[in-house]
């Protein structure tokens, strides 16, 4: 149920135990994926969820932070204070109507201290429970082991593949020469602007042309079926915490 469709009345009467947010950003992704990359993918597997479990779907947050690409034109990169306040406000509200576990279904690693911080401070101050899951980390583990040539990255054989499967008319032609490709190897945790001059010279970061469709739709379908299982666990109360003695 998409959230923004239904009427107040309507809104009252719906199941609120379970909400799916999908977040992402617009930020540069080779020159054959589009810049809306990430939040097109979290949206995808949200929907995809969505219409299995009938549980209630939030409007995408497009904008999200990056340090790197925003070297590159169409790139739009949000401060994480303004993300942080932006995630608390929307978890807050979210609360506030009533839903009792939110699903973070985040698209962007860049979003994920900001998420991480709202996610405490709602938590300690409102009823709600968020959970936060990083798809492209958190989904389709064995599915991509399986199916991947190549190291996941950005831009690269693995999310190459899975926009050409959920969104075909927007990938333009896959370098399959190698152009594309590029990787950087990076030794601790280095900022500064030399730094990031020698890093996603292409905006890309990994093997593009390695990518597939068929290898899209596989880890899709394995994301979207385990996104689903925490869904309904979540409907019974089960919770994705294992006790370990």
């Known amino acids: 149920m998409n959230w ?33 990359t990430d939040a097109l993918m979290a949206t995808y597997i949200a929907e995809e969820t969505a219409r299995r479990t009938n549980v209630l779907l939030l409007p995408t947050v497009w904008y999200g932070n990056t340090y790197v690409l925003d070297k590159f034109p169409g790139t739009i990169s949000i401060s994480n204070e303004t993300l942080y ?43 709600l429970t968020v959970i936060l899951v990083n798809w492209w980390i958190d989904l389709a583990k064995e599915t991509r082991r399986r199916v991947l040539e190549t190291p996941e990255g950005h831009a690269a054989e693995d999310e190459t593949s899975e926009v050409w499967a959920a969104y075909p008319q927007l990938v333009k032609a896959v370098p399959r020469d190698g152009s594309a490709d590029e990787w950087v190897e990076v030794r601790f945790r280095v900022y500064g602007k030399d730094a990031y001059a020698m890093e ?10 390695k990518a597939s469709q068929e290898k899209g739709r596989a880890i899709l379908e394995a994301s979207v079926n385990e996104l689903t299982q925490l869904i309904e666990d979540l409907k019974k109360g089960k919770l994705p915490v294992i006790k370990v003695k």
Not at 9 to 23: G, Q
Not at 105 to 110: F, Y
Not at 200 to 209: E, F, L, M, R
Request: glycine content about 10%; overall charge neutral; charged content about 25%.
């Open 200 to 209: 996603y010279t292409k905006a890309v970061q990994g093997y593009p042309s």
């Open 85 to 127: 306040r932006l995630y608390l406000d929307i978890f807050r509200e979210v609360a506030r109507n009533g839903v009792k576990y939110l699903v973070v279904v985040n698209g962007h690693g860049g979003n994920v201290d900001a998420l991480s911080m709202a996610a405490k401070d709602a938590a300690r101050e409102t009823k």
């Open 4 to 36: 923004w469709e239904l009427t107040w009345p309507e809104f009252e009467r719906v199941d609120k135990t379970v909400a799916l947010l999908p977040t992402g950003i617009v930020e540069a992704h080779g020159p054959h994926l589009p810049l809306g």
